[in-house]
């Protein structure tokens, strides 16, 4: 597909949503809403019924005091956990709407791959609720896609959730912000080396935009966080143009006990 193509769909993926918050309540009365995850009949066309809602792990406290890991009960106020410890994250934080588990995955998919992309709109809204001190000063940037990858997609779900959070709370949306500017293979059966070997030189801040990165204070939008490779990446390519703080909110959080060894 050519980037006229890529342009085109993803004008066609807002004009959709524009037009299906429009039409909801006439949607309602032909295609009653249902649970997206189980079926179950629900009151609005966006959002979960009380049984899938109630299946999503929220992320509280107490927890690790720079990555907010969640701890078992009584860890003092002001712990870092093992791998804060072992080495100091480059992030300032992870505000995380959730954990990762069978709901959460459940609802990435059907987001992700099965063109629900309505669900930003309830997904992004259970992430703003961890990032009420984001300022309207602050800058709001997706991790990015290689073109590749959204050419086939057709739209970058970190930069669907990321537009719906900045609307939330009034900060800067720059779906441009960061670039990549090499494919990267899949992540998943890959130790922590082999990460970051794979995402060397892969992810930079776009040049007209370094400006804007100077001095600022970034939220970085990612659909589930991993490894943390990824996000790191970005992290790092953001520290290196001054960014002042950034903030790694992500909609579901893999707890790395969960992850092959590095
Ligand atoms: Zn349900
Ligand atoms: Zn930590």
Not at 199 to 228: F, H, K, P
Request: hydrophobic share 45%; with cysteine; aromatic share 4%.
């Amino acid at each position: 597909m050519t980037p006229h193509g890529a342009r085109s769909r993803a004008w066609l993926v807002s004009a959709a949503m524009a037009l299906a918050e429009n039409l909801a309540p006439l949607l309602d009365l032909v295609f009653p809403p249902r649970c997206p995850l189980c079926g179950e009949g629900i009151s609005a066309q966006t959002g979960l019924c009380a049984a899938c809602w109630g299946q999503l792990v929220i992320p509280g406290e107490p927890a690790c005091a720079l990555c907010q890991r969640p701890f078992p009960d009584t860890v003092a106020h002001g712990s870092l956990c093992a791998p804060c410890m072992e080495s100091p994250p480059r992030h300032d934080g992870i505000a995380a709407a959730t954990l990762y588990n069978d709901a959460s995955r459940h609802l990435v998919l059907k987001f992700k791959h099965g063109g629900r992309i309505a669900l930003a709109g309830t997904m992004a809204r259970l992430m703003a609720a961890k990032l009420s001190f984001v300022e309207p000063d602050w800058l709001i940037a997706p991790v990015p896609l290689h073109r590749w990858r959204l050419w086939r997609r057709g739209f970058n779900q970190s930069a669907l959730l990321a537009r719906e959070i900045g609307g939330t709370h009034g900060a800067r949306l720059m779906v441009d912000l960061l670039e990549r500017r090499k494919p990267t293979p899949a992540l998943g059966g890959l130790g922590a080396r082999a990460r970051v070997r794979a995402l060397s030189g892969a992810i930079v801040v776009n040049e007209g935009r370094a400006a804007d990165v100077r001095g600022a204070s970034i939220v970085l939008v990612d659909d589930v966080l991993t490894s943390g490779a990824t996000s790191d990446a970005c992290v790092r390519a953001l520290r290196r143009a001054g960014a002042a703080k950034v903030v790694v909110a992500c909609f579901a959080r893999v707890l790395d006990e969960a992850l092959p060894p590095g």
